[in-house]
């Protein structure tokens, strides 16, 4: 065990070195140097803001099943299937009649395995988009749980560019987006404090139309009821959609001249222009309501046709709530509506306070088992520090190198992994001096000793990485953090504890092997 | 080697008050409960700093109370111009709630406060962490099981066990026995006790199993006296260097790292006491033998 090769003796010093270089490209400045990766530091170090959103499906389950009606109705008739008595039951199923003879036909259809139009069938799962029951002749569908989780991931996807765009709005510093599940969204935004905006702007699906005020019932599209923003009075608004959010090109928040009021110009695309046009100078005299989320913002009279493709919506804004609508209009409308379901903003002052106590604690830590092992082994405990200085570059080395983040937690487990990584050392010297006490060759007592504490090393270090990988995959956030550093703290600790130590012990003994009471 | 310490006279003693620690803490658990904190409970925590040395607890109270927040409690966090605050709060879907606090406390205390942190979990979420918590700590005492019947025989895995049981227990009884907060953090400290206690159970488990072939005419209530003996001066090293480092987080890591320190502290000690007296005398209790490793080689 004592013995090392040439070559084993330039791979470990190279390694080692290498670890130090990066660890130490952590305090440089200056880009080019070669190692100029750094360790990415925690929102609970660097203060910011987290949040994470649940993206409500309810809806989007709604208006897919109502979509789906006027194609059954296609589809079959195309088949000379004719379907009758289309029902929405819970906001969940989809119940519609036939006659009885069809049903077996219409059945076969349904199940058919192969380019199902009606029912898309997904190989990989076995299921098809829809499950069905048949009672008599009414049909009830129902979307499958693998065509739940596609709707889901759909409009996850939608969801996700929604609020990348609106976040990015706001200019942010590097803003991270990712999926969680199937129906929710981490945002995490380092060095903000105060999130209430984005928080307001991400509770807002942003679901803008123009639709006319109409009275009585001259509609066939059908309405409905809708207040207006502020509350103040109530209109007939009609369910045709004249446009759309989809139909925005641009939206600025700007200053009318006339009346000086913060306005919203906003500018169409050629669709959106052609369709504002022909309603704007069919429907002089009437009001044009413009619709965002349910809610009524004004309902201007149309004085003339407008066919420039922009215009400006007015509504007592404010310049900030001017900048935000604008913005909610450029990134467009959000699927779904999302809730918060969870939220922690630290502040920058915190951040650094946890800082430097963790800093402080480290050095503490390490000064005091430092100590603790030079008064205990004397040279074999400087070597067991040397080891453990080594160690510990070399596991901020491979923290930086995978530009993993530090948390507070983090940096606990940093310091957990100094108090613990001496015990591999101290079972060797503790095994050694036990070997000694039979044996006269102090090169064949130390060879011994390393020999027979290995299996003892190694499980005890197995059974603190098990608790490490479970709380890697179990932990959220600052937690995850914590178990990285102990992981890899293992790592480090057996490959300096095998290679580092072994090799400046093997040096020594091999020195001093005559020497009475080495240890 | 030094004198020899008689572990196992008191092995009998000490079972016994293992065994009623662990009932004691079952008892305090399904009676007294344990105080979760928002992580786990759901609600909003805000810690924040005034500079105004004049404002007490009540002050905030007063403040606060003025909003409809439910069960408000104020209490001092580390140093005397930090106040953790926290509520239960229903109607989670307000996203200006915070800045409305804000604005109270400002209108009716001065501007002279800083929200350094503020953490909001709705129920859903604090209820899966609690779960995710729970099935973690589960996880984890099987993948043990696990590693140490692969490792050495039954007799053994239940030793582990039993003194890791102990450890997991006993900790989360002290903290129910003083009302101390749990959270994430926790649940990680009580992971690392888990690999603590095994990492401690294992070393001396080892040199049993080594003993255990070396000498074959040894009995192993004697037997594992003798292993304790040789593995106590790493035990107890071990144990100081890894509170060294958790005591100066305790002392020097700032008032978030409180409360995994100690638990861990804890941990380190109940896991040195656990792998000593509640481990070996299982395997003085299972009669386990030469015959018992003679058994795994034959295999």
Redesign the interface.
């Known amino acids: 065990m004592l013995y090392f090769s040439k070559i084993r003796i330039f791979l470990i010093t190279s390694f080692t070195l290498l670890f130090v270089c990066i660890f130490l490209s952590n305090f440089t400045k200056s880009d080019n140097f070669i190692f100029n990766k750094k360790i990415n530091l925690g929102l609970?170090l660097q203060g910011g803001s987290y949040l994470?959103l649940?993206i409500n499906n309810r809806p989007v389950i709604t208006q897919k099943l109502q979509n789906s009606i006027p194609t059954f109705k296609k589809f079959f008739k195309e088949k000379n299937i004719n379907l009758k008595n289309f029902k929405i039951l819970d906001d969940n199923f989809l119940l519609f009649e036939a006659n009885e003879d069809k049903i077996s036909i219409i059945q076969e259809i349904l199940e058919d395995k192969e380019d199902n139009f009606i029912n898309e069938y997904y190989p990989r799962f076995k299921s098809h988009k829809f499950d069905f029951l048949v009672e008599q002749n009414l049909f009830k569908l129902n979307f499958s749980k693998y065509g739940l989780i596609e709707i889901k991931k759909s409009s996850q996807n939608q969801a996700l560019e929604t609020i990348r765009r609106r976040v990015d709005e706001i200019g942010t510093n590097e803003p991270n987006i990712l999926k969680r599940g199937n129906d929710r969204i981490v945002v995490e935004l380092p060095g903000l404090?105060?999130p209430?905006r984005i928080?307001?702007l991400l509770?807002k699906t942003a679901n803008l139309t123009f639709r006319f005020i109409i009275k009585g019932s001259e509609e066939t599209f059908g309405s409905e009821i809708l207040e207006f923003e502020d509350g103040s009075e109530e209109a007939l608004v009609s369910k045709r959609i004249i446009l759309s959010g989809d139909n925005l090109l641009d939206a600025n928040p700007s200053m009318d001249t006339q009346s000086n009021e913060t306005v919203v110009n906003f500018s169409l695309d050629r669709v959106g222009a052609k369709r504002f046009g022909k309603a704007t100078s069919t429907g002089i005299g009437k009001r044009l309501a413009i619709v965002l989320d349910e809610k009524i913002i004004s309902a201007p009279v149309i004085q003339d046709a407008i066919v420039t493709g922009s215009g400006q919506i007015s509504g007592d804004f404010t310049f900030q709530s001017a900048t935000d609508l604008a913005l909610l209009l450029r990134s467009g409308a959000l699927p779904a509506p999302l809730?918060?379901?969870?939220?922690?903003?630290?502040?920058p002052?915190?951040g650094q306070?946890?800082i430097n106590?963790?800093v402080?604690?480290?050095a503490?830590?390490f000064f005091?088992?430092i100590c603790?092992?030079v008064l205990?082994y004397r040279i074999f405990g400087l070597i067991a520090n040397i080891t453990l200085i080594l160690n510990l570059f070399l596991l901020v080395g491979i923290l930086t190198l995978f530009e993993a983040t530090l948390t507070?937690?983090g940096?606990?487990g940093i310091?957990?992994t100094?108090?613990?990584a001496?015990?591999a050392n101290?079972?060797i010297f503790?095994r050694i001096k036990?070997e000694i006490?039979g044996e006269k060759n102090l090169l064949v007592a130390f060879d011994s000793g390393y020999e027979?504490s290995k299996?003892?090393v190694l499980?005890?270090?197995?059974?603190?990485?098990?608790?490490?990988i479970?709380?890697f995959?179990?932990?959220?956030?600052?937690?995850k953090g914590?178990?990285v550093t102990?992981g890899v703290g293992i790592f480090t600790t057996l490959f300096s504890v095998y290679f580092i130590a072994r090799l400046l012990t093997s040096i020594y003994v091999t020195r001093n092997k005559n020497k009475e009471k080495l240890i | 080697?030094i004198k020899k310490l008689p572990f196992n006279k008191f092995y009998k003693i000490f079972n016994l008050v293992s065994f009623l620690l662990i009932l004691l803490s079952i008892l305090l658990l399904l009676f007294k409960g344990l105080n979760f904190g928002v992580d786990f409970k759901g609600g909003t925590l805000i810690?924040l700093?005034t500079f105004d040395k004049n404002i007490t607890i009540k002050n905030l109270r007063d403040s606060l109370n003025q909003i409809n927040l439910g069960d408000v409690s104020v209490k001092k966090f580390g140093s005397d111009n930090d106040y953790l605050i926290k509520f239960e709060k229903k109607n989670?879907?307000n996203?200006?709630f915070?800045?409305e606090i804000k604005e109270k406390i400002i209108s009716s205390l001065g501007n002279t406060f800083?929200?350094?942190?503020?953490?909001?979990?709705?129920p859903?979420?604090s209820s899966e962490?609690l779960k995710?918590?729970i099935?973690?700590i589960g996880?984890?005492l099987t993948?043990?099981l696990i590693?140490i019947w692969i490792?050495f025989e039954w007799q053994f895995s239940l030793g582990a066990i039993a003194a890791l049981f102990h450890d997991v227990i006993v900790t989360l009884g002290i903290f129910s026995l003083f009302s101390l907060e749990i959270n994430?953090?926790i649940?990680?400290a009580v992971?690392?006790i888990?690999?603590?206690s095994?990492?401690?159970t294992?070393?001396i488990f080892?040199?049993v199993r080594?003993n255990l072939k070396k000498y074959s005419d040894i009995k192993i209530f004697e037997l594992t006296n003798i292993s304790i003996n040789?593995?106590l001066?790493?035990t107890i090293?071990?144990s100081?260097?890894?509170?060294?480092?958790?005591?100066?987080?305790f002392?020097?890591?700032?008032e978030?790292?409180k409360g995994?320190?100690f638990a861990?502290i804890l941990g380190v000690f109940f896991g040195t006491y656990s792998s000593i007296y509640i481990a070996n005398p299982i395997l003085v209790f299972l009669q386990v033998s030469p015959k018992t490793i003679l058994k795994e080689d034959k295999d």
Request: aromatic share 6%.
């Open positions: 609970d994470l649940e404090d105060d209430s928080k307001n509770g809730n918060i379901i969870e939220e922690r903003t630290v502040g002052d915190l306070d946890s106590s963790g402080i604690a480290l503490i830590g005091l088992v603790f092992m205990k507070l937690p940096i606990a310091i957990l100094v108090g613990m001496v015990d101290v079972l503790e036990e006490v027979k299996t003892a499980d005890a270090n197995i059974t603190t990485l098990l608790a490490a479970i709380l995959i179990m932990g959220s956030g600052p937690i914590f178990s102990l | 080697m810690e700093r989670f879907n996203p200006n915070i800045n800083e929200f350094r942190r503020v953490e909001n979990v709705g859903k979420v962490l995710s918590g099935i973690a996880l984890s993948a043990m590693y490792r994430l953090s649940v990680a992971l690392t888990v690999g603590y095994m990492n401690d294992v070393v080892d040199r080594e040789e593995t001066s790493r090293i071990t100081l260097t890894t509170l060294l480092a958790l005591f100066s987080i002392f020097f890591g700032g978030i790292l995994f320190s861990m």
